[in-house]
C-alpha cells in the first residue's frame, strides 16, 4: 500500500499501472493481479485504509505538539503537501475524479470526511479548554469552515500560485480561527508580527 501511494505521487490515474505499483514495491505484477485482481481493486483498497485511519492522522499531530492551534497548523501544513507543485496538485485532482465519480469509491471519501472533520472538532475542543479559543466557541462549526479552508485553500492557491501552498493554506486556516482566539493571544500575535515587520 506505501508503494502504490508512492507511485501516485509521480503517476496520474491514467499512467498509473499495477506494474509500475509492482516496481514500487519490488515484486511481480502478477502477484498484485493475483492479491487483487485489478488495479481498481487494489486502490479501492488503499482508500479504504486511508478512510479508516482519517482521524488518527489529525491526532497525531495533536500528540506531537503541546499546543492544539500549532497542531491544527501542522495538519494544514501536512495537507499542503498534496500540493508542493501545481502538477502535484493536478495529479490528486484527477484522483479525486475517480473518488467522487465511482460510488464505492465516493463511500470512502464520505468516511474520511467525516471522521477528519470529527477530529477537527477535538482540537478545536482541546483549543477552548486550553484557552487558546474562546469560552463558548461553536467547534462544530469552526470545524467544518476550518475543513473548506484546507480543501479550498488549496484549490484557491492553483488559481494565483503566490508564495507556497503551505504558506496559504496555513494563513487560510489561521483567517478563519483568528476571530476566535482569545484577546490576550491576538495580541501577543499582532505584537510578534509588528516586531517581524520592523526588522
Given at each position: 500500500?506505501?508503494?502504490?501511494?508512492?507511485?501516485?505521487?509521480?503517476?496520474?490515474?491514467?499512467?498509473?499501472?499495477?506494474?509500475?505499483?509492482?516496481?514500487?514495491?519490488?515484486?511481480?505484477?502478477?502477484?498484485?493481479?493475483?492479491?487483487?485482481?485489478?488495479?481498481?481493486?487494489?486502490?479501492?483498497?488503499?482508500?479504504?485504509?486511508?478512510?479508516?485511519?482519517?482521524?488518527?492522522?489529525?491526532?497525531?499531530?495533536?500528540?506531537?505538539?503541546?499546543?492544539?492551534?500549532?497542531?491544527?497548523?501542522?495538519?494544514?501544513?501536512?495537507?499542503?503537501?498534496?500540493?508542493?507543485?501545481?502538477?502535484?496538485l493536478a495529479?490528486?485532482?484527477?484522483?479525486?475524479?475517480?473518488?467522487?465519480?465511482?460510488?464505492?469509491?465516493?463511500?470512502?471519501?464520505?468516511?474520511?470526511?467525516?471522521?477528519?472533520?470529527?477530529?477537527?472538532?477535538?482540537?478545536?475542543?482541546?483549543?477552548?479548554?486550553?484557552?487558546?479559543?474562546?469560552?463558548?466557541?461553536?467547534?462544530?462549526?469552526?470545524?467544518?469552515?476550518?475543513?473548506v479552508a484546507?480543501?479550498?485553500?488549496?484549490?484557491?492557491?492553483?488559481?494565483?500560485?503566490?508564495?507556497?501552498?503551505?504558506?496559504?493554506?496555513?494563513?487560510?486556516?489561521?483567517?478563519?480561527?483568528?476571530?476566535?482566539?482569545?484577546?490576550?493571544?491576538?495580541?501577543?500575535?499582532?505584537?510578534?508580527?509588528?516586531?517581524?515587520?520592523?526588522?
Amino acid at each position: 500500500m506505501a508503494a502504490a501511494y508512492r507511485a501516485m505521487q509521480r503517476l496520474g490515474p491514467g499512467e498509473l499501472t499495477l506494474a509500475e505499483i509492482a516496481g514500487e514495491a519490488g515484486v511481480t505484477a502478477g502477484a498484485l493481479a493475483q492479491r487483487f485482481g485489478s488495479k481498481r481493486a487494489l486502490l479501492l483498497a488503499l482508500f479504504e485504509g486511508a478512510a479508516a485511519g482519517a482521524g488518527d492522522t489529525v491526532r497525531g499531530m495533536r500528540a506531537a505538539h503541546r499546543s492544539p492551534l500549532a497542531a491544527l497548523r501542522a495538519y494544514a501544513e501536512c495537507l499542503a503537501g498534496m500540493a508542493s507543485s501545481p502538477a502535484a496538485l493536478a495529479r490528486n485532482l484527477a484522483y479525486l475524479q475517480i473518488d467522487l465519480s465511482d460510488p464505492d469509491f465516493r463511500a470512502q471519501l464520505a468516511v474520511q470526511g467525516r471522521a477528519t472533520r470529527e477530529a477537527l472538532r477535538e482540537l478545536l475542543d482541546e483549543a477552548v479548554a486550553a484557552g487558546e479559543l474562546a469560552r463558548g466557541t461553536d467547534t462544530k462549526a469552526l470545524a467544518r469552515t476550518v475543513e473548506v479552508a484546507l480543501n479550498g485553500g488549496l484549490l484557491t492557491w492553483a488559481f494565483y500560485l503566490e508564495g507556497s501552498a503551505t504558506r496559504f493554506v496555513r494563513e487560510a486556516v489561521d483567517a478563519v480561527v483568528a476571530p476566535y482566539v482569545r484577546g490576550e493571544r491576538r495580541k501577543e500575535k499582532g505584537e510578534r508580527r509588528a516586531a517581524k515587520a520592523s526588522r
